[in-house]
């Protein structure tokens, strides 16, 4: 059984730039989260789907940041216009079910370092 | 407000110590669920245990045990005779109380590194 894959795993971009971070969650999970990790602020929830909505976007700092997931599977968050404060591991989990509040654990992915020069 | 606290922002042992990192917690639901991670070097967080706010049975794995106590919201994680394997980045987390959300709250975690 594969666990939750991040694509890439680096990524280096110009500010201003816009980009995209993959994540393939555990095959059967339904809930989805992106999480970023950076120096200054820990360990930030960004956005939890379940299935293909989110029905929570609580996190994502500005509106430069979206996500979508597709099939219930493969979900990509985007940053336009990218800062050099954007900088940070973006972090993916999965887990079985929906509004479980915490029943179910949270697999995460090996992260996506992002560095805006 | 929901919150963890994990006031100790490193901690050095020696190879065969103990150690035990804190965790407290902040939450006004009577039901949620406590977490701990471990992130060594390599990045990638790794399952340890969850526990339910209505078991405070403490749990031991190998050389890893918890002790939750709800009267002082703690839920502190003690490895016994550590090893250098053991060096890594310690999260405690605490589940959301949202219906809307299953999202994770970490405290801002423990570095731990165990020299030879």
């Known amino acids: 059984g594969a666990g939750v894959s991040q694509s890439p795993s680096n990524k280096v971009t110009e500010k201003g730039k816009d980009v995209e971070l993959r994540c393939d969650p555990i095959?059967?999970?339904?809930?989805l989260y992106w999480y970023r990790q950076s120096l200054g602020q820990g360990l930030e929830f960004l956005i939890y789907f379940q299935g293909n909505s989110a029905p929570d976007k609580s996190g994502l700092p500005s509106d430069r940041f979206s996500a979508e997931r597709t099939g219930g599977s493969v979900s990509t968050l985007t940053i336009q216009r990218t800062q050099q404060e954007d900088s940070a591991v973006y972090l993916c989990?999965?887990?079985?079910?929906?509004?479980?509040?915490?029943?179910?654990?949270?697999?995460f992915g090996p992260g996506t370092r992002l560095l805006v020069l | 407000a929901q919150k963890v606290t994990q006031a100790q922002t490193e901690i050095s042992v020696v190879e065969k110590e103990d150690v035990t990192l804190d965790c407290v917690y902040e939450t006004r639901d009577t039901t949620y669920y406590l977490f701990w991670y471990k992130q060594p070097p390599s990045g990638e967080l790794v399952f340890l245990i969850r526990?339910?706010?209505?078991?405070?049975q403490n749990e031991i794995s190998g050389r890893y045990s918890w002790n939750f106590q709800k009267s002082t919201s703690s839920f502190n994680f003690t490895i016994t005779a550590s090893q250098v394997v053991d060096s890594a980045v310690y999260f405690c987390?605490?589940?959301?109380?949202?219906?809307?959300?299953?999202?994770?709250?970490f405290g801002t975690g423990t570095r731990l590194q165990v020299f030879p």
């Open positions: 987390a605490l589940s959301g109380r949202s219906y809307n959300t299953d999202k994770l709250i």
């Open positions: 526990r339910n706010s209505f078991d405070e």
């Open positions: 095959s059967g999970h339904t809930a």
């Open positions: 989990a999965s887990s079985l079910a929906n509004y479980s509040r915490g029943r179910e654990t949270q697999y």
